[in-house]
Structure formats: structure tokens, C-alpha cells
């Protein structure tokens, strides 16, 4: 059924569909920090059950929400999402790429037209702190909750960080986090810093090699980080940025 879209001003609804582990426990805990209304469902039954019927293991009403995280789901729990997040009236399904494992690109690939079929937004960040805005509810999803490709605002004093604030950034916290940290850190040595505390809290992204990449996903998100800092202190200090990886 269509639904009546939100106000712009209005708050986005949150779901997150699981298979358990810390992670989705972290994306929970930072969206309620950002004041997102968040409902939670661990994936019901065995994996191998959710494969041969997925319908039969997903929570009654879910697909209610403006926007729906997938996190780990088998791949034929994750193909049925489409059409329920159409009829529950949702606007977005996010399926985050934490390990390459996750989502392959084919079924990314059938994601993006099975999405482009029911008339909802897609996405598929690898990793998910590389989400970028695009189309009306996951911009206004990033916006809303300081999510998606890390944005940093630094202030310095003397050439040490006096100030840090995260605009933008992963939807476990971690960039917030590292930002946190940063005051009071020689600016010549905020960026290294910075990598230090990805790892320190840490990152849980897969260190598994992202096939035809050549590269991991904890590399991907530590670059980000880099980059953000890196961008930040030449806006702090009135120069050029350099661009973000695609």
C-alpha cells in the first residue's frame, strides 16, 4: 500500500532486521543516541529455514518503517525485503556491507531492481560509514542522524584540535567516537590518531580480502576516517580538500 509521506521535517522511522552479534547492537545504540525511533527484530528460526521460506521467518508488520536496515540476512530473506517493505509502506531498505560475505555484487545488483520495482530507495554501502546521501529518504536519513560518509568540523588553537564535532558519520558511532577524542591532539597528528582510535574501540568490520578489490573493509572504513580528518584540518586551516574514495 503507498503511504503518506512524512513531513520533511518530519523524524524517519527506524527498523533493523538481524541475525544478532555486537554489531546491529551498536547501529542500534548510536541511531537511539541520534533520537531515531528504532525497532529492532532478530531474524526468527535457522538460517537454513529463513533460505527455503524467508516470509515465514520475519517478524508480523515489519516494513512499517520509513527505512529498513538489513544487516547479515541470508540472501533469500534479503530478496523477499522489497516486497515487504512496499506493502508495509516503507520508503528504503539498506543493506550495509560490513563483510564481503554479506552481500555479493550480484545480489546487490538484483537488490537495486527488485528496490527499483516496488518503488523504494536502495542501498548497499560497503562499508556502511561509506553510505552517501542519495534520493530523498536516505539523504534525509543521513541528515537526520549524522550517518552515512564521515564529515568532521575542527577547530584548532595553536595548532592543536580545540574543537571536534562529527557531522556525518558510521552508523555504529564509531566516528563520533573517534571525533571525541580528538580535542586536544597536535593537528599534525590528528590524522594517525585518528586510525589509532578506529582500531581502538573498535572497528568490527571484516578484515576478509572484498573479492576484485584487493582490499578489505576495515581498510575501507579506516580510510574513511583518514580522509575525514584530513579534509577537516584543511578546512580548519584554509585549504583544499581532497576527494573521498568512490
Known amino acids: ?23 546491529p547492537e551498536l547501529v542500534e545504540e548510536h541511531l537511539r543516541a541520534q533520537r531515531a525511533q528504532v525497532t529492532a527484530h532478530p531474524l526468527s528460526g535457522e538460517p537454513r529455514e529463513a533460505l527455503d521460506r524467508p516470509e515465514e521467518a520475519l517478524p508480523a508488520g515489519l516494513g512499517q518503517a520509513d527505512v529498513l536496515i538489513a544487516i547479515a540476512l541470508p540472501s533469500g530473506v534479503l530478496t523477499a525485503l522489497p516486497g515487504v517493505v512496499a506493502r508495509g509502506g516503507g520508503k528504503a531498505l539498506l543493506a550495509p556491507i560490513e563483510d564481503p560475505e554479506w552481500v555479493g555484487p550480484g545480489l546487490a545488483r538484483q537488490l537495486q531492481r527488485l528496490c527499483q520495482e516496488a518503488g523504494l530507495e536502495f542501498a548497499a554501502p560497503m562499508p556502511f560509514c561509506a553510505l552517501t546521501p542519495s534520493g530523498e529518504t536516505i539523504s534525509r536519513f543521513c541528515e537526520q542522524y549524522q550517518v552515512g560518509q564521515p564529515r568532521l568540523q575542527l577547530e584548532l588553537a595553536e595548532g592543536v584540535v580545540s574543537v571536534a564535532r562529527c557531522l556525518r558519520g558510521a552508523p555504529c558511532g564509531l566516528t563520533h567516537w573517534v571525533t571525541r577524542q580528538l580535542v586536544g591532539v597536535p593537528a599534525a597528528q590528528a590524522v594517525e590518531r585518528a586510525q589509532v582510535l578506529h582500531h581502538a574501540r573498535p572497528c568490527l568490520a571484516s578484515m576478509a580480502l572484498v573479492p576484485g578489490l584487493g582490499d578489505t573493509v576495515m581498510h575501507l572504513s579506516v580510510d574513511l576516517v583518514r580522509r575525514a580528518v584530513a579534509n577537516a584540518l584543511r578546512r580548519a586551516q584554509g585549504g583544499s580538500v581532497i576527494s573521498q574514495r568512490p
Open 1 to 23: 500500500m503507498d503511504a503518506t509521506p512524512p513531513e520533511q521535517g518530519a523524524s524517519l522511522s527506524v527498523e533493523i532486521l538481524h541475525t544478532g552479534g555486537r554489531y
